[in-house]
């Protein structure tokens, strides 16, 4: 469209809010109460100051009543009469590096929070933030009631006009716009700042030209990001420049828009509503009288206007993950860098998020069928501290330590909640065990898998045996497992506390064994209770996995170790050697927490050329460990930062490389002492595989992307080859598959060399250089990001034939992440049975992400997803009769009745789609 044929002119005045970033969470908040005071008094005080639109999240309304609960009923009133636009979300996230159900709950807190206000979410998902779209996003929306999606990051100029179709995986389509060359600022810029400052872009501040106060904390105390704050700022405006900036913001951006109604939206960082703001719309609206109609409105408002004229025949269709990098445009960069920004951080988040959705939930919803009350209020304590830390900047890893130090003690706090409710569940289970059959003097193991699929494990199991026996060890029966495979690993005297709400801790003289036990066909989501029969000798085994000094064998790989500490690894479906496996390479880093940028004269080491220390830790028939020890030597640090420095430091690394019998994986832990700074560390796996695309899984999908890098040469910005991942990366070509199946490490790359080197994210150390503003780059001396000290990354090999689906990739990273849990305890005092599953799923071709009551407390909701491109018949057997079953949205609302027959429900889940089922 033409700049001429812009009829209308739709402001839409709004603030982005980090909730936390150059300052705390409790400075930043403070800075929020001015911000929430000024606007609420501005709303109510203005009857033409038609609405203030909070950034697309609603968090900051807690954190704001909280300190001043005396206006929350004019928070009501507002949200009520939607001028204060809350949601749809809770936190602004920075999508990839987050699971995937932290997105659904993420709105399903939004809508509570917009209606615990006495609000209603609406229809237009606005995020100015995240690095990235990621694909499935139109389809969450979708069944949020969302019908229009806004962003800018992760969509370049070249690929849309402002207005086009973003289509999921699965077809689900929503209306989207990327804004246009200012993208959330164009108002801002062009017509407020040039009749309130006298300038656009310019932000140059002279010291006398206003009647203001600038205060600065000088003495010291305050940190290196100090700023003047301005206690009486100046209100200004000239309404002589209005009509000239008005006609320069059309004329430069009204050519994007393809309806005649033009997007001005009026906010910046931490930006304020503006008590002149109305005044300087009706002067507008005076001026332009007859040849523009403006008005004061909302994104709801925009879009009713353009939906009159939009022709959709005619927009742009973008199918899947928007990670564009910036062919055409202006600021609105990827930034792909904070998916590899202190990993520390992500590695808590995966863990977090584990230990609410892979164990709290679903061990708790299994509770609560055998009779535990559900502790909803602990799991909302858990998901609403998690949810806190997703705000992007954060998450994202671009903060000062002070704000990441913050982040950290909430990681930890969520995952303490997650462990309590586990252990809760577990104990609720092993008090109801039934004591039928079983001596007053029972020793039990009570397994719980908490996936919700029949799976096998080699379980470290860790017994406190009373002293009274003689215990040297102990073998484990149950029905149906009656013959336990065990490894030891120690037994030795030792005495253990007993505590009682009744009585002092007690003290139980024992002797404690420690073994391997392979466990087979535990059920899926349930338990089974395993009798402990203490033994007087000593466990004896034959055979192992360890088949000489350097070698690890089982059925279906053969892992040699070599002298530099990489692998060559066997598969011996397929015949294939992949040599040289698992070496460590660092690059120089000069960018910051958004984005790599390599010194002008890097240089690349490597530990293939390391000598390494080769121990066998562990040899024996079920688990067999081999470590290798070296010190890999890199430069200290980046020098001048043309280059990096010829000081050399070592980097003490401990690889140990662990094989299960029976597993098609190799389970690798690396630890290292990061004692460099301003590099790039990864792992590298060779697999000699002449693959176009690599596969990985994101959100509620498995997505592959091309290994050749498009020619950014001339683009706004350079394209990477670096990509996201959830669980797992691969390579594929002609029947053979070399997979990583990293634990909290989200950034890998398939790289474009002789050897198809697919490579993971360790760590990238960088330096916190805050461009708050495009004019001026702040760069502090805080060294966290630089990820110093002790380090700990886990990750799983597999190197098999087929393809990711036959190998169930999905599941065994689920299966690797995830271990059972399991606890001692005596003869029970209830009426359960010795083995129970919740449900069974035995399609691996679906995944199940969530099993958790339903939001009204009436129900059991299942979420699972169809990663593939053909239509999956489910039958889902659970292990007690139910009564009703629907399906549902990702919001929880009903969309079909469900037809049951006894125990089962039959679902068909449709390519690419994700599937909530309800049962009561």
Known sequence: MKSSQIQQIKVVSNTHWDREFRRTFEKTRRRLLTMMDVTLDILEKDPDYASFTMDGHSIMIDDYLEMRPERRALVEKLVKERRLILGPYYTLAEEFS?????????LLWGRRTVEKYGGKVGTVAYTPSSWGQTGQLPQILAEFGQKYMMFYRGISHHEADAEWIWEAPDGTQLTASRFAVYARYNWYYQVHRAVTADAVFDKAYEWDAHEEVPVRIADGQAGEDLAFDLQEPELRYDRSRLEQAVRDMIEREGSHFTTPVFLAMHGHDISVAHPLESQIIKDAQEIFRGEYTIEHTDLEGFWAAAEEHLDRSKLAVLKGEKRSYLKQGMWTFLFPGTVSARTYLKQKDFSATARLVRYAEPLAALAATLGAEYPKNYLDRGWSILLSNHTHDANGGCAPDAVCEEIAGRYAKASDIGDIVSEDAMCHIARNISPEGRPANALQLIVFNSLPFTRDAIVPVDLEIPSTYKARAARLTAPSDPEVARQPISSEKSSVFVDSIWEVPRILNSSRIKFHAKLTALPALGYRVYDIIPETVDLRTRGSIVVNDTTLENEHLRVSVNANGTVDLLCKQTGKVYEGVNYLTSQGECGNAWKHVAPTFDRTYSSVGANAVICVKEAGPLVGTIEAVYDFAVPADYGDGTGRSETLVKIPVRVEYRLNHGSPRLDVTVRLDNVAKDHWLRVNFPTHLDAKVSTADTHFDVISRPVELPDSTGWVEEAFGTHPLQTFACLENGGETFAVLPQGLFEFEAREDDASTLSL?????????????????????????????????????????????????????DDAAHP???????????????????????????????VKQAEDGEGLIIRLFNPTDKPQEVPVIFGKTISEAQRCGMDESVLEPLSVDGAKVAITVAPRKIYTLCVR
């Open 761 to 813: 994210t360790l760590l990238r150390a960088c330096r916190i250089k805050l461009a708050v503003s495009e004019e001026k780059l702040t760069e502090l001396p805080d060294e966290g990001i630089q990820c110093p000290g002790r380090q700990v990354f886990r990750y799983a090999l597999v190197a098999a034939g087929g393809d990711w689906k036959s190998n169930v990739l999905l599941q065994q990273a």
């Open 820 to 850: 059972v849990r399991a606890i001692m305890t005596g003869r029970g005092k209830g009426s359960l049975p010795g083995e129970q599953s919740l449900f069974c799923i035995s399609n691996s071709a679906v995944h199940v992400s969530a």
């Open 98 to 106: 987050i699971g995937q159900e932290s997105l659904v709950r993420n």
